[in-house]
């Protein structure tokens, strides 16, 4: 094991030497009773053991795709693109409307700019909202049978190859590479396995996206019955999101609820930048990563959904500019 864990840390700073961001997603854990009831909800943390696992894995993974561009084999890659100019313009002016120096971040911006903002920023209050508006702008991992490259990783070759039996890819692939390693010749192979890659890499992609929103829905169901014992109770937590209907509100066990304007000071409310409403009579100001109380005052369940009232007023007046006399 300490071997193991040498290895893994040698991995890891390889990764962060190349300009990989490190993005702490916050993930979530379920925790219910013996009747399948969810008792508690907690942040997801990541042990010594998985954390090695994971190292391992992202080599193999990257191994596998590596020997089928050298061969030149039919594949299904793993593979996440830049973000657009326009998503790293959004995300410099969001930056900039936090207060957040963006830097060099702009057009064809390498990983390593993201990684540069993660790390300047990871013991900031905001840190959390940073990783999801970075996150955010990053294009989403698909599958492809060309092979594009992972951003996210800074590798040219990427593949789901470990886990064959959770992940149509990883199968895919595996069937390929049987074959390979069987000597089938590589004209058979190609004919065999070029019109297979593309469909199964469109069809990962699909099932992936449904995965991903039974995922949410799952969690979002789960965590409106937790908090439907917790109604009129008072937490401490942060802005995660604004929108012209409310403010969003992370807990620091993951869970997120709604304030409504209608709840709020009257006003014309309106969003700037991604990251702050105004509009209220009396001034106040909601920016994304600002700390405030709020209680528990509704919960659907079936909806999943949780609303939350602020305790007290906790919107910042806007600062006002000034002008010549």
Known sequence: ?????????????????????EIDTSETK??????????????????IAEGIIEEFMLMANKSAAALAMKEKIPFVYRVHEAPTTEKLDQLRETLTALGINPGALGANAPASELARILRENKDSDRAMVINRIVLRTMMKARYSEEPLGHYGLVMPE??????????????????????????????????KYAAFSASAALQASNTELSAVRCEREFENFYMAEY?????????????SGVSAGGVYVVLPNTIEGMVSVATMP?????????????????????????KV???????????????????GNPGKPAKSEKTDS
């Open 30 to 47: 379920i925790i219910t009773d013996e009747n399948g009831v969810c008792i508690d909800v907690k942040p997801r943390t990541t042990g």
């Open 266 to 290: 009257m006003g014309d409310y309106e969003v700037q930048h991604g990251v702050i409403l105004t509009g209220a009579i009396d001034g106040s100001v909601y920016t994304v990563g600002d």
């Open 158 to 191: 990427y593949a789901h190859f470990t886990s064959p039996i959770r992940r149509y890819a990883d199968l895919s692939i595996h069937r390929i590479l049987t074959d390979y390693v069987y000597s089938l010749d590589h004209e058979k192979l190609c004919r």
């Open 227 to 239: 908090m439907k014992n917790h109604v009129n109770e008072e937490f401490d937590g942060m802005i």
């Open 293 to 311: 109380r709020v209680k528990c005052v509704s919960v659907n369940v079936n909806g999943g959904f949780i609303e939350f009232e602020f305790v």
């Open 1 to 21: 094991i300490p071997i193991m864990k040498e290895l893994a840390d040698i991995l890891v700073k390889n990764r962060v030497d190349r300009g990989a961001p």
